[in-house]
């Protein structure tokens, strides 16, 4: 069933372009500058699902996240989330969603996150014992029981996080919407906030997420929507985004005596550090793994071999540029 | 040496200030403008054909300026430094002033210069001028003594605000602190004659706030009053109270850590 | 409808009681005003005793109806101040406004509501300790000559103050720099709002365009009405009617703010400022 449909979403935004003139002449006469941040994009995510929405900074995805959750008009199109359209029936509509912005907090600096969710409890206007119910597994589930009664402030970024989240789902949001809910943390932290989303979501909530993290994206996500100059470039399953680039894996081979030309049997070499480290891009429709390993040892001595699959990163970069 | 740094610092801080014209311009202007209200309520009174007894309204207006005057100069070497300690121990960044190779209240000092204050020292000076025009001075004498008293409020001024950002080590975080040596000074702000003998005495040589607008103010105007010098001893104290408490604040701060 | 009160009532009260917490961390800076407040008090005293001298009457005010009304004004301070100016422009800045349209909530009620905790902080570490000192120690009547209309008229400035304050804040959804403007704007409430001198010792005209602002209504009016103030105004202003006047001001005010607010959510969600 498909819980949240987008069609051809568009947004608008007038500018002023800064004019040279000096300060009275460009307050009064101001060059307009319409910049389509979301330029037509359509989609539809099933009950149930993690969706990443992967793009560079200023691509579109914040915007229309934002018009997802309600928060901003779309200038055309039309969006439809549990039959809801979210900015136009807002208040009703928001009642229903859980939303977090990592870098902008709901929770309140100087007083402990469980103050803050009894102030959420109240806003949301959640019934006592489904109140405590709720927090009770929440803090069971994202193992936060020693840190909900310490000040905010003292608590580490991970943790806070991890409130945060708590604190956007404590009136059980079906549709849960995170921008960048990794952001700046370390890797442990990041591997916990993203066991708590799977979790979530193995209850059956429906998670929509904007991040720079790959890692994110790999370890929730089995659908990518890729967003790049308001338009969307990609949206499938995420294996069929790294076959988009062709078959491709990544060798990388110690040798014990250096190396320097730049191919091996006709295979371009792609990185070389100091002669002795080098990496191939093989490209496994025109040879396979066991024939370019025929062929590397005929070719060279070497000493150790890794074959990985290609990054996330290079993935994108090379989606993006296109 | 110390002079030739601050001199460089003060450079700097005012060329940094400039950069950003527009904001310099507003900041300057705003801090004027909050400050141009300051002899209103002695024109109301006035204006309302209402006296000081024994003082003309120009008279109170130069007054009041030489106050602000006083406390614009002190302000601007020394109201950031307040600001700037209470950050520091607040963020729990003080350690970053205790790295640096010279004393940490000298390095604030300088790194802490606050230009936009200069918006109150025109303004100040102006109103100053006008209403030395009105009233006329003493005589030479008066001038020269008025001027030592001046330097005397300053120094005054200048301790209160050391011991508020001294006071920012131990009450950490509260932006208020400001307004209690705001308030202790305003008592300068008026003729000390309208003020109980008690606390003119106190005002003149305990604590005294009456160096920062009154004093100097009569003795330009009024005559030379020889007893007035005696407080220039509690000034010098305030000030030397005020870099004392302050050193030992650190001092505590290293000891016991952020 | 029930339903909806019993939910705003219980709103509300979670809110303040979070607010209250929040700040209850810095009460003791409260305590600043227990020294600024009596300090800044001596001064008006003898400045006044000194502009009196054998006068009875300045300004439609005996000395004693003033040094009780610099008492009244000041008090009044602690209970009615608020900064949901500078949070709201600050909310705005951050961009942390967003987390309040994606809550089931309207951010001016709940910016009310935390103004309501943070007041009850300024109840207890200031207005009390402050009308002991000034009532106890310094012998000033601070008794109010009418109780119930002074609390009416406390209770409008507490709205006043507030609905002026989340006005100017709300400028920050359509400028850049509404820094200034609040500057500004507090630059006149100084003197016009009667902290600094009663509104009558101001010459006839501008009493008459200050019937028309809010300045006065949110401190002067409230301390007259306090101190039983025979002359309010200079227009001879009857208690009743300084407090009906003040009803008028603030029913006006809560509609401009309302109009606002409905634009700037409307920009907010336009724009997404």
Redesign the interface.
């Known amino acids: 069933m498909e819980i949240i449909s987008v069609k051809d979403l568009r947004k608008t935004?007038k500018t002023y372009k800064r004019s040279e003139k000096g300060?009275f002449k460009s307050f009064f006469k101001r060059e307009k500058v319409l910049v389509n941040a979301v330029d037509g994009i359509s989609f539809g995510v099933e009950k149930g699902t993690i969706v990443g929405m992967l793009g560079p900074n200023g691509a579109g995805k914040s915007?229309t996240i934002?018009m997802l959750?309600?928060?901003?008009?779309p200038t055309e199109g039309e969006i439809s989330v549990m039959g809801y359209s979210p900015?136009k029936e807002?208040?009703k509509y928001?009642?229903k969603?859980g939303?977090v912005?990592g870098?902008?907090?709901?929770l309140?600096?100087?007083?402990p996150p469980v103050?803050?969710f009894?102030?959420?409890?109240?806003?949301?206007?959640i019934p006592d014992d489904e109140y405590k119910k709720r927090l009770a597994e929440m803090v069971e589930l994202f193992g936060i029981a020693d840190v909900i009664n310490k000040?905010t402030r003292v608590l580490s970024l991970g943790e806070r996080m991890k409130c945060e989240i708590v604190m956007a789902m404590l009136h059980k949001p079906e549709v849960v919407f995170l921008d960048e809910p990794t952001i700046g943390l370390d890797v442990i932290a990041k591997a916990t906030i993203r066991e708590t989303i799977k979790k979530m979501n193995a209850e059956g909530v429906t998670f929509i997420l904007t991040t720079h993290d790959l890692g994110d994206v790999e370890e929730l996500a089995e659908r990518v929507i890729v967003i790049n100059h308001g338009k969307k470039i990609f949206d499938d399953k995420l294996h069929e985004l790294k076959l988009l680039l062709g078959n491709k894996k990544i060798v990388d081979i110690s040798l014990t005596a250096p190396f320097e030309g730049d191919a091996i049997d006709g295979i371009p070499v792609s990185k070389n550090e100091d002669g002795t480290k080098i990496s191939v891009e093989l490209d496994l429709d025109k040879t396979e793994v066991k024939e370019f390993l025929s062929r590397l040892g005929k070719a060279v001595d070497f000493s150790d071999i890794e074959i990985k699959e290609l990054p996330m990163e290079e993935i994108i970069t090379r989606l993006y540029t296109e | 040496m110390k002079l030739k740094v601050y001199l460089t610092c003060i450079k700097i801080s005012i060329a940094q200030a400039t950069a950003y014209r527009a904001d310099f311009i507003m900041s300057t202007f705003i801090t004027l403008l909050s400050n141009v209200f300051f002899p209103l309520v002695t024109i109301v009174i006035y204006a309302n054909g209402l006296e000081f007894p024994g003082w003309t309204m120009w008279e109170v207006l130069a007054l009041q300026s030489i106050f602000s005057l006083s406390r614009g100069i002190a302000s601007m070497c020394l109201s950031s430094v307040m600001w700037a300690t209470m950050d520091h121990v607040r963020g729990g960044s003080f350690e970053t002033v205790l790295l640096k190779p010279i004393s940490p209240l000298f390095y604030i000092m300088t790194t802490n210069f606050s230009v936009s204050q200069i918006g109150l020292v025109v303004g100040s000076a102006i109103v100053l001028a006008i209403s030395l025009i009105n009233t006329g001075v003493s005589g030479v004498l008066g001038v020269l003594s008025a001027i030592v008293l001046f330097i005397g409020g300053i120094l005054v001024a200048a301790g209160l605000f050391l011991i508020m950002a001294a006071i920012s080590f131990i009450w950490v975080g509260n932006s208020r602190l400001d307004e209690i040596s705001s308030s202790v000074s305003n008592f300068g702000n008026y003729p000390l004659q309208i003020f109980g003998y008690g606390l003119r005495i106190v005002m003149a040589f305990v604590i005294p706030a009456g160096m920062i607008g009154s004093l100097p103010a009569e003795v330009l105007l009024k005559g030379v009053e020889p007893l007035y010098f005696l407080g220039l001893i509690p000034c010098v104290l305030v000030l030397m109270f005020g870099i004392w408490i302050y050193n030992r604040m650190i001092k505590r701060y290293e000891g016991v850590g952020g | 409808m029930f339903k909806k009160i019993r939910h705003i009532f219980g709103e509300g009260k979670a809110v303040a009681f979070a607010t209250y917490k929040e700040w209850s961390a810095y009460r003791t800076h409260s305590l600043v005003s227990v020294f600024v407040g009596p300090a800044y008090f001596i001064v008006q005293y003898f400045v006044w005793k000194a502009v009196y001298g054998d006068t009875a009457m300045i300004a439609g005010m005996s000395f004693e109806a003033m040094v009780r009304y610099y008492g009244a004004s000041a008090l009044i301070g602690y209970l009615t101040m608020d900064f949901a100016d500078w949070n709201l422009q600050m909310l705005i800045r951050t961009g942390k406004f967003l987390t309040f349209v994606l809550r089931p909530i309207n951010h001016r009620r709940f910016a009310l509501e935390q103004k309501l905790g943070h007041r009850v902080l300024g109840l207890i570490f200031e207005f009390i300790p402050c009308l002991l000192i000034l009532w106890l120690l310094f012998g000033v009547d601070m008794r109010p000559v009418y109780i119930g209309w002074t609390i009416l008229s406390i209770a409008i400035t507490f709205l006043m103050n507030f609905y002026v304050n989340y006005t100017l804040g709300m400028t920050a959804f359509f400028l850049v720099n509404a820094g200034g403007i609040r500057v500004v704007y507090q630059l006149f409430a100084n003197v016009l709002s009667g902290a600094l001198i009663p509104i009558n010792f101001f010459p006839e005209v501008v009493r008459r365009i200050m019937m028309f602002l809010p300045f006065q209504y949110t401190n002067y009016i409230p301390a007259m009405v306090w101190t039983g103030g025979a002359d309010i105004a200079g227009f001879g202003l009857s208690v009743p009617e300084a407090v009906m006047f003040q009803g008028i001001a603030l029913v006006i005010m809560i509609g401009f703010s309302e109009l606002l607010y409905r634009a700037a959510i409307r920009r907010f969600t336009a724009v997404g400022a």
């Open positions: 935004y300060f915007t934002k959750c309600g928060a901003l008009f900015a807002r208040a928001v009642k969603i939303a912005f870098q902008r907090s709901q309140i600096f100087d007083i103050d803050s009894a102030m959420n409890k109240a806003i949301y206007g000040p």
